[in-house]
Nanobody, 123 residues
């Protein structure tokens, strides 16, 4: 089992920045491919960004390219999501996940999920 804990969410004005953190614990002898998803009220959970275990490959949804950056921390299986120029439509619960399947973008490919952290962007 792998446990994921997200942190760093909060309330921010449009145009502001936040940095989300995710740390994995439990069965972490391997280095995992990890991702961030988000879910706004009344909407499906959607892919935001992913990063390979060695940090060399990243994938980002088009609507956040140039504003959000995913990166890995020095500690094994720690990832960050730097979010700049936040918009009202970025408001959502953000989830960290560990990939076990083949797709980077499909939530069904992710085996472990955190509890989520709320990001609220105000005008």
């Amino acid at each position: 089992q792998v446990q994921l804990v997200e942190s760093g969410g909060g309330l921010v004005q449009a145009g502001g920045s936040l940095r989300l953190s995710c740390a994995a614990s439990g069965r972490t002898s391997s280095t995992y491919d990890m991702a961030w998803f988000r879910q706004a009220p009344g909407k499906e959970r959607e892919f935001v960004a992913a990063i390979s275990g060695n940090g060399k490959d990243t994938y980002t949804r088009d609507s956040v390219k140039g504003r959000f950056t995913i990166s890995r921390g020095n500690a094994q299986n720690t990832v960050y999501l730097q979010m700049n120029s936040l918009k009202l439509e970025d408001t959502a619960v953000y989830y960290c996940a560990v990939r076990g399947g083949s797709s980077w973008y499909d939530r069904g490919s992710y085996d472990y999920w955190g509890q989520g952290t709320q990001v609220t962007v105000s005008s």
